[in-house]
């Protein structure tokens, strides 16, 4: 069998681990004990679950990467809240979680940056650039919504204009 090299995130999807049915009830056993480590092993193990849903969306012209991201919140979520005593797989309940967070991104066109957080960033940006204190800045600023990627850019600016 082939392995296709598909990078998201900087993660080469080829090499995702896949997880045995038998490991995985032991490690859902496990992280619903609190066991952390537990917890990341099965989120990695279930990766490859996210990938086939942000798929679904390649068409929507947004960047796979922040898909994946808010994919990989959904699937956090559903991890969190499984309830084994079900009787249903995680795929099962987690792929309506994974779909719902990628929709509620699309739908807002704000993704994980809203209100107060991104006009923080913006403000200490401008500031930082204008040398003033972000407090003398005008309110209008504070309404900045901004997706993942324009976030990733402005934070990337404000790191290469840090005076050392």
């Known amino acids: 069998m082939t392995a296709y090299k598909v990078?998201?995130?900087?993660?080469?999807?080829?090499?995702?681990?896949?997880?045995?049915?038998?490991?995985?009830?032991?490690?859902?056993?496990?992280?619903?004990k609190g066991d952390e480590a537990a917890r990341q092993k099965y989120i990695k193990g279930n990766l490859r679950l996210v990938l086939s849903v942000v798929q679904r969306f390649s068409a929507s012209g947004e960047n796979l990467d922040d898909l994946f991201q808010i994919g990989c919140i959904g699937l956090i979520k559903a991890i969190d809240n499984f309830d084994v005593n079900q009787q249903v797989k995680l795929s099962t309940y987690a792929v309506p979680m994974i779909i719902g967070e990628i929709r509620r991104y699309l739908r807002t066109g704000m993704g994980l940056c809203q209100g107060?957080?991104?006009?923080?960033?913006?403000?200490?940006?401008?500031?930082r650039e204008l040398g003033v204190?972000?407090?003398?800045?005008?309110?209008?600023t504070s309404r900045a919504p901004m997706r993942p990627t324009e976030m990733r850019i402005l934070g990337n600016e404000a790191e290469d204009n840090k005076e050392v």
Request: hydrophobic letters at 45%.
């Open 116 to 127: 107060q957080t991104c006009a923080k960033l913006v403000k200490g940006i401008v500031a």
């Open 133 to 140: 204190s972000p407090a003398t800045l005008e309110p209008a």
């Open 7 to 32: 990078e998201i995130c900087g993660v080469n999807t080829a090499r995702l681990p896949m997880l045995r049915e038998q490991e995985k009830e032991e490690l859902m056993a496990a992280l619903k």
